[in-house]
């Protein structure tokens, strides 16, 4: 499968890092709205380089576009994409507001294309096998879900330091001013579905708790860096999402069952052990066991990719699936409803802080096929 990207900035260094191990994909160039750093971005990584983004959308060879733009530029960038007649993978999200992420799901599916969007961490290891273990009902029946995404006061750490691998500085602003939600719910919120179904309604809140970040220019927007959200889905299950960037580094899940608790330590680690914690009722009490048995990961032990900080994702899994399914013909399991829905619920929790009153789904997918 022949792709090209389309933006250089600092995420995009994550997927070079892992593009190698997937050979079935070939990356024909690179470009970005930056000549610069399209440039020093290419030679760093010895890829060919494209003047614009309409020579990529031109050339015949290109079969998918990794969109990895600014979040802002992700619809019209997927959108002008699509419209060439080329599949799409996105960063995350597919688009800041719901109607035009509708709108690429059905510009793809009335072309016959694929869209799908990050992230991808579903088919990790670690997912995979939660996953798994649901489906034993290693726990039994499932009742309600705690999942954090919190990173501690980012705005207050040495975030002017931190740089990529071919030198492109964390793009600070752009981070605060999308906000924590839009930047990392999904990690979970791309898990919870696949595991219990499509979500039925979401009561979040929302809200700017440090308007200052102490950012080198001011900020345009006030965006969440606090939101929390109650998720009922249509199977029952309940599950209450944190996300922050003010509260202490927290990116643990526990699944609470009739029978026990599956947890596992951080999404963001592929290879994260799962742990299942068993209930034992002793005179019609029921406690919790002090100990915790490790569940065997799933899957082979693949290369354990190291990056300059606390990522330690396979970004170009994604990638390989969607090209995968391409291939094969076969929906991909990141797919556009699925990624469509996922992406409305992190609109709806992201908006809580305007509208402040429950928020019903209007969108669902089809069922997700594991991969082992």
Not at 41 to 62: T, W
Request: hydrophobic share 40%.
């Amino acid at each position: 499968m022949n792709i090209a990207i389309v933006g250089c900035g600092f995420v995009a260094d994550y997927y070079l890092s892992t593009l190698a191990a997937y050979p079935e994909l070939k990356l024909i160039g690179v470009t970005d709205r930056d000549p610069d750093r399209a440039t020093k971005f290419a030679v760093f990584h010895g890829v060919p380089r494209f003047g614009s983004l309409e020579e990529v959308l031109n050339d015949s060879r290109v079969q998918l576009v990794l969109n990895l733009t600014n979040p802002r530029s992700h619809y019209e960038v997927t959108r002008a994409s699509l419209e060439a007649g080329k599949h799409v993978y996105s960063e995350k999200p597919l688009a800041m507001q719901l109607d035009e992420a509708k709108a690429l799901v059905e510009l793809a599916e009335s072309k016959g294309l694929h869209l799908s969007s990050a992230p991808c961490s579903l088919l990790g290891e670690t997912a995979q096998t939660l996953w798994k273990a649901l489906r034993e009902r290693q726990v039994g029946t499932v009742r309600l879900v705690y999942a954090e995404m919190d990173d501690g006061m980012v705005f207050r750490m040495p975030y002017r330091q931190w740089k990529s691998a071919s030198g492109v500085p964390w793009p600070a602003t752009d981070e605060f001013e999308v906000g924590c939600t839009f930047e990392h719910a999904g990690y979970y919120l791309t898990w919870l579905p696949a595991f219990f179904g499509p979500a039925a309604t979401v009561t979040a809140f929302s809200a700017c708790l440090v308007p200052d970040k102490q950012t080198d220019e001011p900020l345009r927007e006030e965006a969440p860096d606090f939101s929390v959200a109650c998720i009922r889905f249509a199977s029952g299950v309940v599950a209450r999402l944190t996300c922050s960037i003010i509260a202490p580094h927290d990116h643990s899940l526990r699944i609470v069952g009739d029978e026990g608790i599956l947890s596992t330590h951080d999404c963001w680690y592929y290879r994260s052990p799962v742990r299942i914690q068993r209930f034992y009722t002793i005179r019609r009490r029921t406690f919790k066991s002090p100990w915790k048995t490790r569940y065997p990961l799933v899957g082979e032990k693949k290369k354990r990719y190291r990056y300059r900080g606390s990522q330690q994702m396979d970004f170009a899994r994604g990638v390989a699936e969607l090209a995968a399914s391409i291939r094969e013909n076969r929906p991909s399991r990141l797919s556009r409803r699925y990624s469509l829905h996922t992406n409305e619920l992190v609109i709806a929790i992201h908006q809580a802080r305007d509208t402040g009153a429950p928020y019903k789904v209007t969108t669902t997918f089809d069922p997700i096929e594991p991969l082992l």
